[in-house]
């Protein structure tokens, strides 16, 4: 299905990461049909306009990406209107397309561009089509590090002055290869939440930086209780070990059983969250998993958001709903072998295994929205969900670790 002016879209952004992994860019993407990998459009300029509209206009580039680079698609009719080009510059790059370089005043655009503090991105294949550009008007080439000849690449041009990016990196072995191979960023699905269990064992995971600051926050006499959910949940590992205490028989009371992290920490208490923080210092720092945890959270975010809209649905029970349904993958276990210990509600249980009950629904619209296949829903549905996710985006950055928030805690 391709795009029109009432065709539902939706909007994402897929980390990218430097040499030494942290998050420093995003790519802003684009969808607009079913099982889309990358977006198919009949109207570019639009499906601009859309997308800076939701992301930026409404919710600030500062609180989408904070500090980082922003990567966007930007169609001629955009570079030739000038006034477009309003944003703060020196966080954004400028991706042009092939045909963009088939207009004689692409080159005087470009360099327009650039004079305005914009940086400029292009696909490796540009330059087999237009050798004639001069390689000093770009500032970023990508490389589909699916080219058998991937490395040759990225050695023809290292060192010639631009950003080398590889793409389409998709396990850790494709990014341990490209890393030795001289690139400089790297995009792809290995720094995505993956969606399939791969490993057969549990894996601990840890963010140190998050432990650590978790700890400091313990320490206030009057640490609200929702930032300390917003910090624990950045945790996943963490985040089972505290179910799995607060349903055990020691702390259980009655029959009900407890599902959002919020009373969780009220029935556990400070000091022993604080023990259970403490003992998770010596894990193991993992850098993919900690952009992948970026992206669990802003989906647990999402689900609140969406659940304030469904009175059957507390917000606070969608928030670990949305994080846990893709806690399977990232912890290495069938999502059976990972509700063992921890007695969600039947609804819950229904949702995660089955994608079943009201509970299911929402995961199916998450994972609907998530993948940009969401041609079966109204324009105003997707609409909704676009400003969800980058209301949920917004939320995750004001919470992962960095400077302390200057204003009072919201719910996402």
Known sequence: MQATAHSPYCIALQPICDRALHHVADKLLYRSCCDADVASID???????????????????????GERTLLFTAPPEWIEQTGFF???????FAELTADFFASPTALDAIRRLRSIGYSIAV?????????????????????????????????????????????????????????AGGFDWFMGFVFLPPRRVKESGR?????????????????????????????????PHFCVLLFAQVNSAAFARGQRRIESLHEAVVRLGLERIKTMASLLLLSRNDPVETVQVRMLLTRAAMAA???????????????????????????????????QGMPFSFPMQRAL???????????????????????????????????????????????LVGEPPQSSVQRP
């Open 203 to 235: 894996k601990r995971q840890s963010n140190r930086a998050v432990e650590l600051r978790l700890l400091a926050e313990l320490s206030a006499p009057d640490l609200p209780f929702e930032q300390l959910e917003a910090l624990l949940a950045q945790h």
């Open 86 to 92: 309003e944003l703060p510059a020196k966080q954004l």
């Open 353 to 399: 295994l089955q994608r079943e009950g009201e509970m299911g629904k929402l995961l199916d619209v998450l994972d609907a929205h998530e993948s940009g296949e969401v041609s079966h829903l109204s324009a105003s549905v997707v609409a909704k969900l676009n400003e969800d996710f980058v209301h949920a985006v917004a939320w995750t950055k004001r919470w």
């Open 43 to 65: 109207d570019p300029f639009l499906a601009t306009v859309r997308s800076y509209s939701a992301a930026i206009y409404e919710v600030g580039i500062e609180n989408l990406v």
């Open 123 to 179: 696909s490796q294949g540009v330059f087999e089509h237009h050798p004639e550009i001069p390689i000093d008007l770009v500032d970023l080439i990508k490389i589909d590090c699916r080219r058998p000849n991937c490395l040759q690449l990225a050695e023809r041009y290292a060192g010639r002055g631009p950003r080398l990016m590889a793409t389409f990196v998709e396990d850790r072995a494709s990014l341990d290869r490209v890393r």
């Open 305 to 339: 958001r969406i659940a304030r809209r469904v009175r059957s649905i507390d917000p606070q029970s969608a928030f670990t709903l949305g994080l846990f349904s893709r806690l399977d993958a990232f912890e290495g276990l069938p999502m059976p072998q990972l509700l």
